[in-house]
T-cell receptor, first 117, second 109 residues
Framework: GAVVSQHPSWVICKSGTSVKIECRSLDFQATTMFWYRQFPKQSLMLMATSNEGSKATYEQGVEKDKFLINHASLTLSTLTVTSAHPEDSSFYICSARGGQPNTGELFFGEGSRLTVL | DAKTTQPPSMDCAEGRAANLPCNHSTISGNEYVYWYRQIHSQGPQYIIH???NNETNEMASLIITEDRKSSTLILPHATLRDTAVYYCIVRVVGNDMRFGAGTRLTVKP
């Protein structure tokens, strides 16, 4: 199946700093990418939908000024957590759609674990 | 997209078939049933999906009832590496994918 890669896989930062997470589709062009957040022992929560070349659509309750999403190319979307605080510590996962639109499955990255001290 | 209901947890003996049920009684005609699993601290992995016919691939089989209100994912010979949270998701192709609580499957030796 198609491959989606995230970087970094884990990151530790100080409170108040910003952290950027990259999501790349390695062998297909992803017109749409999705960003999820997962807290311990909970399910994945959709944060936003990112379409190449346009502004991201955020889910209710997700602060767009805090979680900046950029999808500047068909193979790369980035999530920047601005002014991170300990409550932003979570597992962030991206997924991508494209390559095989007839089947409809999404391909997920390995996830990025953020710890804010 | 329609809501799904899954048991919170199940156990299965290694080497035996694991049958994971999912109820989706409000499914509409253009919604597919997708199954993903998430092994601890990894991203979800696609398993299988179907519309109304039963499907089989190298990982699993998907049995969808005739009225499409429920389905069962079958792992024919479960191994310890199949221990994971399994998510049943109903969605229209092209829509975003939203996860419920899933079923935590524990395969025991």
């Amino acid at each position: 199946g198609a491959v989606v890669s995230q970087h970094p896989s884990w990151v530790i930062c100080k409170s108040g700093t910003s952290v950027k997470i990259e999501c790349r589709s390695l062998d297909f062009q992803a017109t749409t990418m999705f960003w999820y957040r997962q807290f311990p022992k909970q399910s994945l929560m959709l944060m936003a939908t990112s379409n190449e070349g346009s502004k991201a659509t955020y889910e209710q309750g997700v602060e767009k000024d805090k979680f900046l999403i950029n999808h500047a190319s068909l193979t790369l979307s980035t999530l920047t957590v601005t002014s991170a605080h300990p409550e932003d510590s979570s597992f962030y996962i991206c997924s991508a759609r494209g390559g095989q639109p007839n089947t409809g499955e999404l391909f997920f990255g390995e996830g990025s674990r953020l710890t804010v001290l | 997209d329609a809501k799904t209901t899954q048991p919170p947890s199940m156990d299965c003996a290694e080497g035996r078939a694991a049958n994971l049920p999912c109820n989706h009684s409000t499914i509409s005609g253009n919604e597919y049933v997708y199954w993903y699993r998430q092994i601890h601290s990894q991203g979800p992995q696609y398993i299988i999906h179907g519309l109304k016919n039963n499907e089989t691939n190298e990982m699993a089989s998907l049995i969808i009832t005739e009225d499409r209100k429920s389905s069962t994912l079958i792992l024919p010979h479960a191994t310890l590496r199949d221990t994971a949270v399994y998510y049943c998701i109903v969605r229209v192709v092209g829509n975003d994918m939203r996860f419920g609580a899933g079923t935590r499957l524990t395969v025991k030796p």
